[in-house]
């Protein structure tokens, strides 16, 4: 029992990985799903494509590698956070689609909320903002929407859960209903520095406690599965950002990762101490092991990835993410084209939910290269934003190097242009499935198959560091028709 199977459970596709004994990757599978759009600004996922998906991608990838259940010590799982799952108690089917994370419908019931004064509140025991981005406004929702749910939930016959939830709660055939402290942080619903589900704000969401899973540890047991042909404790759940700071060995306060997916996330460790952000950044927590929190300050970017899947499906200009890098690099430089990405709203330091995206600077000969070159700058500009409001909380000096992975970080032309647009360097590692990686590490320290928090910080290693090539002048300028740009689309 010398192999970890690590369960990716992300917004547009599941993988599965198998690592080794050395935590080297030996096999992947990964399978997209379909997502929904059922309105402007809805964004939702059919609970029963997402495990259907994981169930495909475990099996396949044991499968090719020939690697049974009795060779796994133990599952790590990892997610796509604040998407929000009802089911019922009984069969384990969900009430409604999945909503997902992007998803803006609970505007309203934010405004409302802050209109009333309660965000101080909310945000003094969460860390986090009344935006629709977060899942208790989600299951107000539901609970309010579905017909007969909030009777249903009143009556103990409803289960919520972030995705971690309902894979373990299917995995386990319905017998372990539970999350990790990683992913409870995201809800809006659980006090982070008491480590509890905050009865006060369920009370004001109007969230029955008894639809809540039981928090843990980010390694610990979350009960035995049996669906893939042996028994297979599942010991290692973090939400993916989470995940991916683990998987970069972040665990000192002051480092900082960066992870380039749908979105874009990036966690300052801040020690055992919360920081309270006065950027309008978020405090969570990075992970809690041995019932001890570390937190974080994060930075979210909704649109990252995705804005890369735009120009591939939408505007169609090309057929396949890394082409996005190649036509970028053959831009006209005297052109200054600047796209805003705001398709699902603006994120940190923003917040504005009902903000939607924008072109700006094009003339007649603005092109396909010059768009592509826009689409991946606003990925740099907006990690800017977030570096210059997590050095406000933190203090941090210019030497601070940034760690970054995703699939965006492959792109060498994407990553340069973040060096330049930060004048900083940027790391990116051998081992680019950090996320990955993070969940599996959990599950292989719990079964005691892999080395310490000591022991696994000394096997990161270094696939290249970008540093700036631009001088200080155009990369102020760049950045200041960034903020311009920005402005204009948040006054539309």
């Given at each position: 029992m010398?192999?970890?199977?690590?369960?990716?459970?992300?917004?547009?596709?599941?993988?599965?990985?198998?690592?080794?004994?050395?935590?080297?990757?030996?096999?992947?599978?990964?399978?997209?799903?379909?997502?929904?759009?059922?309105?402007?600004?809805?964004?939702?996922?059919?609970?029963?494509?997402?495990?259907?998906?994981?169930?495909?991608?475990?099996?396949?990838?044991?499968?090719?590698?020939?690697?049974?259940?009795?060779?796994?010590?133990?599952?790590?799982?990892?997610?796509?956070?604040?998407?929000?799952?009802?089911?019922?108690?009984?069969?384990?089917?969900?009430?409604?689609?999945?909503?997902?994370?992007?998803?803006?419908?609970?505007?309203?019931?934010?405004?409302?909320?802050?209109?009333?004064?309660?965000?101080?509140?909310?945000?003094?025991?969460?860390?986090?903002?009344?935006?629709?981005?977060?899942?208790?406004?989600?299951?107000?929702?539901?609970?309010?929407?579905?017909?007969?749910?909030?009777?249903?939930?009143?009556?103990?016959?409803?289960?919520?859960?972030?995705?971690?939830?309902?894979?373990?709660?299917?995995?386990?055939?319905?017998?372990?209903?539970?999350?990790?402290?990683?992913?409870?942080?995201?809800?809006?619903?659980?006090?982070?520095?008491?480590?509890?589900?905050?009865?006060?704000?369920?009370?004001?969401?109007?969230?029955?406690?008894?639809?809540?899973?039981?928090?843990?540890?980010?390694?610990?047991?979350?009960?035995?599965?049996?669906?893939?042909?042996?028994?297979?404790?599942?010991?290692?759940?973090?939400?993916?950002?989470?995940?991916?700071?683990?998987?970069?060995?972040?665990?000192?306060?002051?480092?900082?990762?960066?992870t380039y997916g749908t979105g874009c996330f990036a966690l300052l460790n801040t020690g055992a101490q919360p920081v309270q952000s006065k950027n309008r950044l978020l405090t969570t927590i990075a992970y809690q092991l041995d019932g001890r929190r570390t937190y974080a300050l994060e930075g979210s970017i909704f649109i990252a990835g995705a804005a890369v899947q735009w120009l591939r499906d939408a505007l169609q200009i090309i057929d396949a993410a890394p082409q996005s890098g190649e036509l970028a690099a053959r831009a006209d430089p005297n052109q200054h084209v600047v796209l805003v990405p705001a398709f699902t709203g603006l994120g940190a330091p923003y917040w504005k939910p009902d903000c939607r995206g924008a072109l700006f600077g094009l003339t007649r000969n603005s092109g396909r290269a010059e768009i592509a070159r826009a689409t991946l700058e606003s990925i740099a500009f907006q990690t800017r934003d977030l570096w210059h409001a997590m050095q406000g909380d933190w203090g941090a000096d210019a030497d601070v190097i940034l760690r970054v992975d995703g699939g965006m970080a492959a792109s060498d032309w994407t990553m340069q242009g973040l060096s330049n647009c930060l004048g900083a360097p940027v790391d990116r590692p051998v081992m680019q499935e950090t996320t990955a990686l993070g969940a599996a590490w959990l599950a292989g320290m719990k079964a005691g198959v892999y080395p310490d928090q000591a022991g696994f910080a000394e096997t990161w290693a270094l696939d290249r560091r970008f540093e700036p090539t631009m001088d200080q002048a155009d990369r102020d300028a760049a950045y200041d028709r960034w903020q311009r740009a920005v402005q204009a689309a948040m006054a539309f």
């Open positions: 010398t192999h970890i199977l690590a369960i990716d459970q992300g917004t547009t596709s599941s993988r599965a990985i198998l690592f080794d004994a050395q935590m080297r990757p030996v096999g992947t599978a990964q399978q997209e799903f379909p997502q929904h759009f059922p309105q402007e600004g809805w964004v939702e996922h059919d609970p029963e494509d997402i495990w259907s998906s994981v169930l495909h991608v475990c099996r396949e990838v044991m499968e090719t590698t020939g690697i049974s259940a009795d060779q796994i010590a133990g599952i790590g799982i990892t997610n796509q956070r604040e998407t929000t799952v009802v089911w019922d108690k009984q069969t384990g089917k969900a009430i409604h689609n999945a909503i997902v994370w992007q998803d803006r419908r609970t505007a309203d019931i934010c405004a409302r909320y802050k209109q009333a004064g309660c965000e101080d509140d909310v945000t003094a025991q969460t860390g986090l903002l009344l935006d629709p981005y977060f899942s208790g406004t989600k299951v107000k929702w539901l609970l309010d929407t579905v017909s007969g749910a909030r009777a249903r939930a009143e009556a103990g016959d409803l289960l919520f859960g972030t995705i971690d939830s309902f894979l373990i709660w299917r995995l386990t055939e319905g017998r372990v209903h539970a999350t990790d402290a990683t992913n409870a942080a995201r809800t809006l619903l659980f006090d982070i520095h008491s480590g509890t589900w905050s009865a006060e704000i369920c009370d004001l969401l109007d969230v029955p406690l008894n639809l809540l899973p039981e928090v843990k540890d980010c390694a610990a047991y979350f009960g035995t599965t049996t669906v893939f042909g042996g028994d297979i404790p599942i010991l290692g759940v973090a939400g993916d950002q989470q995940a991916a700071t683990i998987g970069q060995a972040c665990f000192q306060p002051g480092m900082m990762k960066s």
